[in-house]
């Protein structure tokens, strides 16, 4: 539950922003205000509606990949990522506030949309951490009411043997190793 929630709430925000950009950046696009509704749409057609339609196209594409060569297949692969951007797109545009008035509103914002959520799935991870962390604390606060102090949250120092497993856990070294390396170079 905390992970999706998490997940839709920063996919949320990132998709205001996503759609702000547009509106400022498209003379075509009118999104204004609309955007925290067409966020909301995006959201949901991203989180449900885009894998149903990808699995779909990708479905109907693999009967007939064996006929593709290579770059063919990646070209069919692109145009089938597209169809399904313009599609959440029309979407969103056809269910929000969000309007449209040239041909180009409706070409070039599935583009910044696919660049849009290739940088969020660049910091996905750090931005589901953060915003867990700001779950977690109002859940402390909700859970926890007015009767016990806030320092209590605070996490126990770390010891040294945790500092030790941390690192190997991020470098896969254990501390004899690590030590050998640093001799080495």
């Known amino acids: 539950m905390k992970n999706g929630i998490v997940r839709f709430v920063s996919l949320y925000v990132f998709n205001v922003a996503v759609l702000l950009l547009i509106g400022l950046l ?7 205000w609309n955007a925290l509704w067409a966020a909301m749409i995006l959201t949901l057609a991203a989180l449900f509606v885009k894998p149903l339609l990808r699995n ?3 479905r109907s594409a693999a009967k007939s990949a064996s006929g593709r ?11 089938l990522v597209y ?21 180009w509103g409706y070409v070039l914002p599935p583009l910044l949309l696919l660049l849009g959520w290739v940088i969020y799935d660049q ?19 909700v859970g926890r009411g007015a009767s016990r102090p806030a320092s209590s949250a ?5 010891t040294r043997e945790t500092a ?22």
Request: aromatic share 6%; net charge negative.
């Open 26 to 32: 498209l003379r075509g696009v009118s999104v204004g």
């Open 56 to 58: 779909a196209f990708r």
């Open 69 to 79: 060569t290579k770059a063919g297949e990646k070209v069919v692969q692109y145009v």
């Open 83 to 103: 169809i399904v951007e313009l599609i959440v797109w029309v979407l969103t545009v056809w269910l929000s506030g969000v309007s449209s008035s040239s041909v």
């Open 123 to 141: 910091i996905d991870d750090k931005l589901h951490t953060k915003a867990g962390q700001v779950y977690d604390a109002v859940q402390a606060r």
């Open 154 to 158: 605070a996490p126990a120092p770390e």
């Open 164 to 185: 030790s497993t941390r690192d190997e856990l991020q470098d896969g070294l254990t501390p004899e190793q690590r030590r050998m390396l640093d001799e080495l170079g």
